[in-house]
């Protein structure tokens, strides 16, 4: 065989070397629109995902109604300025609910999720009480309970115990702190609702010996 021949033996036709280039091409688009799927995926589930690489996670599980309704039996405002927050607050219907029962209470939700938070402001706008609710996107680790009267908490049981020291060192004498799910380690309770999921308790700070502490 003359050095032509082999030459014409090995050598790429012109229309598979077109598809070639077409291949890779169709490749390159293929990967850009694969890689542009993946970052948008990225950017929706991150706030999801956040709060998980965190010590502590508060998983977004709705309250029941009867959670609700349990909660809502220790809401008793004192007075035209009673405030309430629900830590861990999800899609704010333990907040709505609160601000539709009690027409003088001023209900809050701090929440890190922010597609939670605005979900919770259109409810609230929704079911009419938008003018007494705030939902904030914030770390509930950094956000004082000092100036609530009834705090609401929906917790897991690994971060109670940093919970518990939070309450104690920030909640103010004689407000109402409700724990769903989950009790606290050490303080006494002061009353019990439901079994399981639906489970309730309450719990008081008062004065002793000049500091606060739990019953």
């Not at 229309?15 to 077409?22: D, T």
């Not at 303080?187 to 606060?212: A, F, H, L, Q």
Request: hydrophobic share 40%.
């Amino acid at each position: 065989m003359s050095t032509n021949e082999l030459e014409s033996h090995f050598s790429v036709p012109p229309v598979i070397a077109g598809e070639r280039k077409s291949t890779s091409l169709s490749g390159k688009i293929l990967i850009g629109i694969t890689g542009g799927i993946a970052v948008g995926l990225s950017i929706v589930c991150y706030p999801f995902v956040a709060p998980a690489l965190r010590k502590h996670c508060l998983p977004y599980v709705p309250a029941t109604p009867n959670q609700i309704k349990n909660v809502l039996s220790f809401v008793k405002p004192t007075g035209g300025n009673s405030r309430l927050l629900d830590i861990g607050s999800g899609d704010g219907r333990i907040v709505i609910a609160a601000a539709r029962a009690q027409r003088s209470l001023k209900a809050d939700g701090v929440e890190l999720n922010p597609w939670l938070v605005y979900y919770s402001r259109f409810a609230a706008f929704r079911h009419g009480v938008l003018g007494r609710t705030n939902f904030y996107r914030k770390d509930l680790w950094k956000f004082s309970l000092a100036p609530y009267d009834h705090i609401v908490i929906f917790g897991v049981e690994q971060m109670m115990v940093d919970l518990e020291k939070k309450v104690q060192q920030e909640a103010s004498p004689g407000t109402t702190v409700i724990a769903c799910r989950f009790p606290f380690p050490s303080m006494k309770v002061e009353n019990r609702i439901d079994e399981g999921v639906d489970s309730v308790w309450v719990y008081r700070p008062v004065k002793t010996d000049g500091k606060d502490s739990f019953k």
